[in-house]
């Protein structure tokens, strides 16, 4: 065997190897396909025969020693339906010719750490393992439709531009990972639309300077590890976890990659679809970790459904984002986290959060809410009855600061309410009984029209009392004219002397009537004062 000279191919070269450099050299797409569909998908069953096959150490050859492009071309490898045999090692190597591999078939892993590209792409391939921890890309990846069996690493990979793995189908390698992608970084977006994991999406501390696009997916956890672990995460636009609008006779987006799928929008409904065409949600089957993540827009989860088992969760923790849609179906089962997340915008349903036990919020700061449909106040306190197992006062204020801020002072006050009398619960007995006498009375003065009314009616009360058995003066002439409703009042109202209260003297009955009244002026007063003095420390 000799070595190329002068450009010319090596004589150890197979026909289908010699076409494949020719056209490598031309910058030309090298077709090995077949008329029949069937006999090209590379997942059938079934060999291709040698008319199909090259070797990965010729493909590896024209990657890293290539000869040059004829005069007026530029040099690329295109290969389509070609069976690669052996492992295609390209591991510390600098590829510049740009490389795109569609419904090729591998028959043993594919080895890229550390190897540097311009472009590449493997459309539709079959691929035992892919195996590129800090491969690095000037443009794009782009791993669509492929098939891996035994998991794809990704680990530190610097993508220049955009990451596509729409429609890509993984499964698990001996860790239960399917796409293990820590510390990665992605220049523009990462579009993994309608993918197919068996294993966990590991994207912890990675980096995407565009948007997340998970729409249509299905994540699957493997093992005792999650379906999706994203700790760290930073996206700099938005994150969808969303539904996405397919073909019912073929499953695929009505779009192809690189242009992603048609995102289904927070109104879109079965009469403003596309005909043949349907919704398919973003599904995850285990727990989801977004822990100390930065979104720059929005976390939207809009349709999903998230299946977990007990004691997984959709951990939000810490997370930071402009807004978050969470109009997703409720989950049955684990928990939903949003402990010390800061959002700016809520946007929810009221059927989408969990029930009691199943959400945990101690710490989430939100600075407005916008409910979607209709989701009534009551709904709302139950909400923060399921968030707070045992009382907890900071979700109740939290929500009333943001009700206040939004010009619903009333709703506001229902809040505090609510919060006074689960409150209440925790408390000994004496201090329970009184507090049941505040909210019967004046609602914790949250209330200060039941005030007036208690204090009116107690008024007239007396005053009619009083008006028929006026008391005896203490001292002969040195008293006021009798006036039975200044009397009253001055009794009722502790703070304030109208010149009645002393000079006349009550025996009997009338000494208890008039000793209730003062004792209820009392109740009264200090109940509104606390009211009011709760609302001087709100404002």
Request: with cysteine; hydrophobic share 40%; charged share 20%.
């Amino acid at each position: 065997m000799s070595e190329p000279q002068n450009d010319e191919a090596p004589d150890w070269l197979s026909a289908t190897e010699l076409g494949m450099w020719q056209a490598f050299r031309n910058g030309s797409t090298y077709d090995l396909s077949v008329p029949s569909p069937l006999l090209n998908d590379p997942a059938a069953a079934g060999p291709w025969g040698e008319h199909r096959s090259v070797r990965a150490r010729v493909v590896a050859l024209l990657l890293l020693s290539g000869p040059a492009a004829r005069p007026g071309r530029v040099a690329a490898l295109k290969l389509r339906g070609a069976y690669i045999s052996g492992s295609l090692d390209l591991a510390g190597g600098n590829v510049e010719p740009y490389v795109e591999l569609t419904f090729c078939r591998f028959e043993r892993e594919v080895v890229l750490p550390e190897c540097h590209f311009t472009t590449l792409r493997l459309v539709g391939c079959v691929i035992p393992r892919l195996e590129a921890a800090r491969l690095r890309t000037e443009g794009d990846l782009h791993l669509p439709r492929c098939q891996v069996a035994r998991g794809i690493r990704l680990t530190d990979a610097h993508i220049g531009t955009d990451l596509l793995i729409s429609q890509i189908s993984v499964r698990p390698d001996s860790n239960c990972k399917s796409i293990a992608a820590d510390g990665m970084s992605v220049g523009q977006d990462l579009q993994a639309e309608q993918i197919e994991t068996h294993g966990e999406f590991s994207l912890r501390g990675s980096t995407v300077g565009g948007s997340l696009m998970l729409r249509g997916s299905r994540l699957r956890a493997a093992g005792q590890r999650r379906a999706l672990n994203a700790p760290q995460l930073t996206v700099e636009r938005s994150l969808y976890m969303t539904g996405a609008v397919v073909s019912i006779a073929t499953g695929n987006a009505n779009s192809t990659p690189p242009y992603g799928t048609v995102y289904t929008g927070a109104t879109a409904g079965p009469a403003a679809l596309p005909p043949g065409t349907e919704i398919r949600r973003f599904e995850c089957y285990g727990g989801v970790r977004l822990d100390d993540g930065r979104v720059g827009d929005t976390v939207d989860f809009h349709q999903a459904r998230f299946l977990m088992a007990a004691g997984e969760e959709l951990s939000l923790r810490r997370i930071t984002a402009t807004e978050l849609r969470f109009q997703c179906e409720r989950p049955l089962e684990g928990r939903v986290v949003l402990n010390g997340a800061k959002i700016t915008t809520l946007m929810d349903l009221s059927t989408s959060w969990p029930g009691p036990g199943g959400l945990a919020m101690g710490g989430f700061v939100y600075e407005n809410v916008v409910p979607s449909g209709h989701f009534p106040l009551t709904r709302r306190l139950e909400w923060l009855d399921s968030a707070t197992p045992e009382y907890s006062p900071e979700p109740y204020e939290r929500l009333a600061q943001v009700m206040r801020n939004s010009g619903e002072d009333a709703d506001a006050r229902e809040v505090l309410l609510a919060k006074q009398r689960r409150r209440r619960e925790t408390l000994p007995l004496a201090a329970k009984l009184w507090g049941y006498v505040q909210d019967w009375t004046v609602a914790y003065g949250y209330r200060p029209g039941r005030a007036a009314l208690w204090m009116a009616m107690l008024w007239a009360g007396g005053t009619y009392a009083f008006a028929r058995n006026a008391p005896e003066p203490l001292k002969g002439e040195e008293h006021p004219a009798w006036n039975p409703s200044l009397y009253v009042l001055d009794l009722l109202i502790p703070v304030i002397n109208l010149g009645q209260d002393g000079h006349w003297r009550t025996e009997g009955g009338w000494q208890w009537l008039a000793a209730g009244i003062v004792l209820l002026g009392w109740i009264l007063a200090t109940t509104v004062a606390a009211g009011a003095s709760r609302l001087l420390r709100r404002g």
